[in-house]
């Protein structure tokens, strides 16, 4: 299994982009990369995941190294709702192994 | 479509008490998990099922059991509760082909 390891805690200025580290060196070579985050004590959202290619969706990028061993969340112009704790985790679509998170802070 | 519901949204349990999570979808999805969430542990995998009749241990199932019966219920049961399962308890679901994942609100648990 997948195991991850994330910083604790990231702040970001209104309106600059947000980047996110994420260290899986275990993922193994068919497991996706993920990443969810948490509003408060509210349930994980979903956010992105991938592969091997870089990804894009209406909320984030995702960058994954060529060697797969890292990757990092984007969020191009963070907002102050973006305040919330992200999680990136290693797996298939029903095998999830999360990380133990980071608490991204957007300041004004 | 109400999503992912869980029920009871807190409960107390004295040590040794038994008690049943309750979570269900109204998505018709195959795949359901449950995850425990403690204080800098992240999201730990309690265990998921694939479909009806089918589940497996995940990271941490000592002390639940599950079984899913129907599609749309995967309830998380607690034979003999101990202070160490005191956590937040998400259940989650998703489609076979897809790979977002869909999370309840939670249940609190405190066992004393």
């Known amino acids: 299994d997948a195991k991850t390891t994330q910083p604790p805690s990231m702040d970001c200025a209104e309106g600059r982009a947000a980047n996110l580290p994420c260290n899986h060196s275990?993922?193994?070579?068919?497991?996706?990369v993920y990443w969810y985050r948490q509003i408060h004590s509210q349930g994980p959202q979903y956010i992105i995941h991938?592969?091997?290619n870089n990804e894009t969706n209406e909320m984030a990028s995702l960058i994954i190294t060529e060697d797969r061993k890292s990757s990092t969340l984007i969020l191009p112009h963070a907002t102050l709702r973006d305040t919330a704790v992200y999680y990136c985790g290693g797996g298939s679509n029903y095998k999830l192994t999360f990380g133990k998170g980071t608490l991204l802070t957007v300041n004004p | 479509n109400a999503g992912v519901t869980q029920t009871p949204k807190f409960q107390v349990l004295k040590t040794g008490q038994s008690m049943t999570l309750q979570c269900a979808q109204d998505?018709?999805?195959?795949?359901m998990s449950w995850y425990r969430q403690d204080p800098g542990m992240g999201l730990r995998l309690i265990h998921y099922?694939?479909?009806?009749?089918?589940?497996d241990q995940g990271e941490v199932p000592n002390g639940y059991n599950v079984s899913r019966s129907t599609t749309e219920d995967f309830p998380l049961r607690l034979l003999s509760a101990a202070p160490s399962q005191t956590s937040v308890y998400f259940c989650?679901?998703?489609?076979?082909?897809?790979?977002?994942?869909?999370f309840g609100p939670g249940t609190r648990l405190t066992v004393t």
């Open positions: 099922s694939v479909g009806a009749g089918i589940t």
């Open positions: 989650a679901s998703n489609l076979a082909g897809a790979y977002e994942q869909y």
């Open positions: 998505m018709n999805h195959e795949y």
């Open positions: 275990t993922i193994s070579g068919n497991e996706y």
């Open positions: 991938g592969l091997k």
